[in-house]
């Protein structure tokens, strides 16, 4: 059974920074890509970062940039995310996702002040 449980995140004022951090569980997790989600208040579900099952290649949404990092430690089977100089507008839930199963975590809030 996949399990996925995301830690971190909390209240940050803009430009500060914050992470995430995701514990996986139930499957063979340096075989697999992994992503972070996000969900503004009122808005869809969009793809933040992914990294390959090896951690060599990654792929970030435009909107963050040169801002978040995306990581994998295949040994702990954990994925984090550092968020660095942190707007209003990244305020959400923050979803680590195995997408090969379809599995997303309970989601982690980011909840960034002006």
């Known amino acids: 059974q996949v399990q996925l449980v995301e830690s971190g995140g909390g209240l940050v004022q803009s430009r500060g920074p914050l992470s995430l951090s995701c514990a996986a569980s139930g499957f063979t997790f340096s075989s697999y890509a992994m992503s972070w989600y996000r969900q503004a208040p009122g808005q869809a579900r969009e793809m933040v970062a992914r990294i390959a099952a090896a951690g060599g290649r990654t792929n970030y949404a435009d909107f963050v940039k040169g801002r978040f990092t995306i990581s994998r430690d295949n040994a702990q089977n954990t994925m984090d995310l550092e968020m660095n100089s942190l707007k209003p507008e990244d305020t959400g839930v923050y979803y680590c996702?195995?997408?090969?199963?379809?599995?997303w975590g309970r989601g982690g809030q980011v909840t960034v002040h002006s």
């Open positions: 996702i195995a997408p090969h199963f379809g599995s």
